[in-house]
């Protein structure tokens, strides 16, 4: 994977963490994907949590995170999460997954002290699962890719608010030890951590969905006077949908690393196979259609990895990048799914079945497409953004 690891402005610790990343999944996780712990809606949380031991053991849990408690650069992030990404067990076990990555992220830029101790530290330790409630369900009118559409409430009631809703997607929620819940006060939104189980949120069901890498799949979830103490606020009332915005734009690059590595090694499989395979009187690669599509294959790869370290150095300059993190969740996402269905096809009927992850692969990149907004989505946000340069330009 030399190919696919910048050694521009990354510090030669964080090219260890690469390494022992690399050589920890493709060793021994790599192995277990064929364990029978994985369902229809993500690995077992029994799995996950031999997963992570064994993580721990070989000193890569939680590796983007450092023993003094900072962080990797977001440059750094990506060559360590991308070899995390190279099995769909991969940022289980290392503690990289979604939603935790992106919550510990969140956690550790805006939470207090005391609230860092109680719940950002345990999921550091791989010890809690977490899950982020935002998504509410279509048929109640409540908040999707448009966030300024939630009817969660939450309202004063002596020193606790009162929260009540219903919530959609929820990556994690069943067997998740912490949950982030937002919902809305009359100054605006608001973000509370709490702990889970809670009697007054309710699991409604545990969707099929078409990905299946996240353990505690994806839920719909009720909240009945969810009753939180004021302390659990993350910072002030009407603050969410700011504190939201601290950690999309990194989420959403963090889906692009892993996911990348997962196509990188989607790649590697079918590769060896299209050189392995004869038809027709001769290897499969030395027929023009299948060479051509894996030749498509390295350029997508390549300008995949190049836009998530543009985006990451975007990220490391202390700008928000939301402009650029839709730019590069899109190109990113497009460029896996091509990347993916060639793969399957490639491999032809064996790419259809279990016995390699490459069928698993497509799926998730298929759901990633969607998940932290859609492309058109995306797409949309930044044509308002040209509209608005191009009248700034106009007015000067």
């Known amino acids: 994977m030399s190919n696919l690891l910048e050694t521009t402005g990354i510090s030669d610790r964080a090219l260890d963490i690469a390494d022992r990343v690399e050589r920890f999944v493709r060793e021994t996780i790599a192995p277990y994907e064929r364990d029978p712990r994985r369902t229809s809606h993500g ?3 029994e799995l996950a949590t ?3 031991a064994l993580a721990r053991k070989a000193g890569v849990l939680t590796p983007h995170v450092l023993p003094d408690g900072g962080h990797l650069t977001q440059r750094e992030t990506a060559a360590v999460l991308i070899r995390s990404g190279l099995s769909p067990l991969g940022p289980i076990a290392c503690n990289t997954a979604a939603p935790d990555e992106g919550n510990m992220y969140l956690l550790g830029k805006v939470a207090s002290p005391e609230l860092k101790a109680r719940y950002l530290e345990p999921m550091i330790r791989g010890e809690k699962r977490s899950a982020f409630f935002m998504t509410e369900p279509a048929e109640d009118g409540g908040a999707g890719s448009d966030p300024s559409m939630m009817l969660t409430t939450c309202r004063m009631d002596g020193n606790h608010w009162v929260i009540n809703g219903r919530k959609t997607y929820i990556t ?3 067997g998740a030890g912490v949950g982030i819940v937002m919902a809305k006060s009359d100054e605006g939104a608001c973000m509370f951590l709490v702990d889970l189980p809670d009697p007054a949120i309710r699991i409604e069901r545990v969707m099929d969905t078409i990905d299946s890498s996240m353990p505690g799949g994806h839920a719909v979830v009720s909240i009945d006077n969810l009753r939180v103490p004021a302390t659990q606020m993350l910072g ?5 949908f700011r504190y939201a915005q601290v950690r999309l734009s990194p989420a959403r690059l963090s889906h692009c690393m892993r996911w990348l590595g997962a196509c990188v090694r989607a790649n590697e ?3 060896d196979y299209a050189n392995r395979r004869m038809a027709f ?3 499969l690669i030395d027929h023009e259609g299948v060479g051509f599509m894996l030749a498509e294959n390295l350029l997508d790869l390549k300008q995949a990895e190049l836009m998530t370290y543009w985006c990451a150095d975007v990220l490391d300059t202390g700008a928000g990048g939301t402009a650029q993190s839709s730019m590069a969740k899109v190109a990113v996402s497009e460029a896996l799914m091509r990347i993916a269905d060639r793969c399957v096809q490639v491999m032809g009927g064996q790419g259809v079945t279990g016995d390699t992850i490459v069928e698993q692969v497509f799926r998730e990149i298929r759901a990633f497409r969607i998940y932290d907004g859609p492309t058109e989505v995306h797409k949309w946000s930044l044509a308002k953004k040209i509209k ?6 106009q007015e000067a």
């Not at 002030?236 to 969410?240: F, P, R, T, V």
């Not at 608005?388 to 330009?393: F, G, H, L, N």
Request: proline share 4%; net charge negative; hydrophobic share 25%.
């Open 388 to 393: 608005r340069d191009w009248k700034k330009a």
């Open 43 to 45: 690995p077992s949380d």
């Open 172 to 174: 994690g929620a069943d």
């Open 50 to 52: 031999e997963l992570k």
């Open 281 to 283: 009187g001769k290897q």
């Open 269 to 271: 499989i079918a590769t």
């Open 236 to 240: 002030e009332s009407g603050e969410g």
